[in-house]
């Protein structure tokens, strides 16, 4: 069975076709049911941008929206437990969260659904901290990933497969400057749909709610350039080897100017840091192909 990413969705110059449609994925019940759609991002093989990165070898799906706060407070309220948010509200995306309770969440969307976990996390009382799975556990599609464990089924989006997401144009082969299906710089909005725009450069004071997040990418998914940063899963120095070390940022802002949306900054955090960590998105894959999900801070796969 496929895996699946959380994606922004994606605007270009051609017609999205029927699989770029997305498929709604439902976690909670009752009162606390939220839902996360994906997007399947095809083109298995793929090369490189000219940065070196957004090669993935598999399919994968990616959330179509950000994470909301919304999402937060139900998996809150249905037992997830340890993971703040709430530097905003409702359908805004969640925010004030850091690379362990992003990973935390994930988590949470794989047992509560009865699957394995994706990260060997640890909560001390105060604080979180992760452990490598071992060679036997890991992830190795694409190359042996230690933070990922191979039987789980939704992940945070490593650093190629979010790239992908937003910049490859799968008509032409090559990559977009920006997450709009443009290489030109986004309209600067403070919320909307239209094509080619983006929440940034301080139009507004706060994120739009992650369905009005801008304009989509070739695949469909909206809001990877402004709104709120993304968190990758794949550590800054590209080696997952260090559970500690700093993350890839990426997307840019809403206070942020058109450099830090574009397909050439590559940011960093460390994985306990709060202040920058606005939630990533989810990602989901199967072993044949693997599909992934974004949204703020989750990634979504399985087998």
Do not use: C
């Not at 498929?23 to 009752?30: A, M, P, R, V």
């Not at 994906?38 to 399919?59: H, S």
């Amino acid at each position: 069975m496929k895996r699946s990413y959380l994606v922004a969705a994606l605007f270009a110059a051609f017609t999205l076709n029927s699989s770029l449609q997305a498929e709604l994925i439902t976690f909670g019940s009752g009162a606390n049911t939220f839902g996360i759609d994906f997007l399947n991002i095809g083109n298995a093989g793929n090369a490189a941008d000219t940065t070196t990165y957004g090669a993935v070898p598999y399919e994968y799906r990616m959330g179509k929206y950000e994470i909301s706060q919304d999402a937060i407070t139900k998996a809150t309220a249905s037992w997830m437990a340890n993971v703040t948010a709430g530097a905003w509200s409702g359908s805004q995306p969640a925010a004030n969260i850091n690379w362990y309770e992003a990973a935390a969440f994930v988590n949470w969307l794989n047992t509560s659904t009865g699957k394995t976990a994706a990260y060997d996390l640890a909560w001390n009382g105060s604080a979180w901290s992760m452990n490598p799975w071992s060679s036997g556990q890991a992830w190795t599609a694409g190359g042996e990933n230690l933070y990922r464990n191979k039987d789980a089924f939704y992940f945070l989006p490593s650093e190629n497969e979010w790239y992908k997401a937003a910049y490859y144009n799968p008509a032409g082969s090559n990559y977009f400057v920006y997450p709009t299906a443009s290489s030109s710089a986004p309209t600067a909005v403070a919320s909307g749909t239209d094509p080619g725009s983006a929440v940034y450069q301080f139009v507004s004071f706060s994120p739009a709610v992650v369905s009005t997040a801008g304009g989509l990418s070739s695949y469909g998914t909206m809001g990877q350039g402004g709104n709120v940063w993304e968190m990758n899963e794949t550590a800054f120095d590209g080696a997952n080897n260090s559970p500690s070390e700093s993350r890839a940022l990426r997307g840019g802002s809403y206070p942020n100017d058109a450099t830090r949306l574009a397909s050439s900054f590559h940011g960093s955090a460390e994985p306990s840091l709060r202040a920058l960590a606005e939630q990533e998105r989810t990602a989901s894959l199967d072993h044949a192909p693997p599909l992934l999900i974004r949204g703020a801070g989750i990634l979504f796969t399985h087998n």
